[in-house]
């Protein structure tokens, strides 16, 4: 059920269910937690950049790190640049997860 609930947020992102989508990051979830990414990224804001950050140290599952790696080019700032590019350089990362960061790192510079 919150699998599917996350899957349509994610389409059909709405404000109302930010602070849910957030805890759900604490799931660990890998059937939802990336769907529950991809609609706080359209719903934006400061709360969900910090998630975003804290997700690819706090999860083993690859899925949602991966997830959050991607939501983070989303934002630009020096800080999301920094945990990107340590990622990327960090040669005991699984190559998907090194390869995500150098492509989000690719479109925060566009």
């Known amino acids: ?3 599917e609930a996350a899957r349509v947020l994610a389409k059909h992102p709405d404000e109302r269910a930010k602070n849910g989508l957030l805890w759900t990051r604490w799931t660990d979830n ?5 769907h529950a990414i991809r609609a706080l990224v359209q719903i934006g804001g400061e709360d969900v950049r910090e998630a975003l950050l ?3 140290d706090f999860s083993e599952e690859e899925s949602i790190r991966k997830a959050a790696i991607e939501g983070l080019a989303e934002f630009d ?8 590019q340590a990622i990327a350089d960090n040669e005991e990362e699984s190559e998907p997860i090194r390869e995500a960061a150098r492509d989000a790192l690719a479109a925060v510079d566009k």
């Open 30 to 34: 890998p059937d939802v937690v990336p």
């Open 1 to 3: 059920m919150r699998a």
């Open 54 to 56: 804290e997700l690819p």
């Open 77 to 84: 700032d020096e800080e999301v640049r920094t945990t990107l």
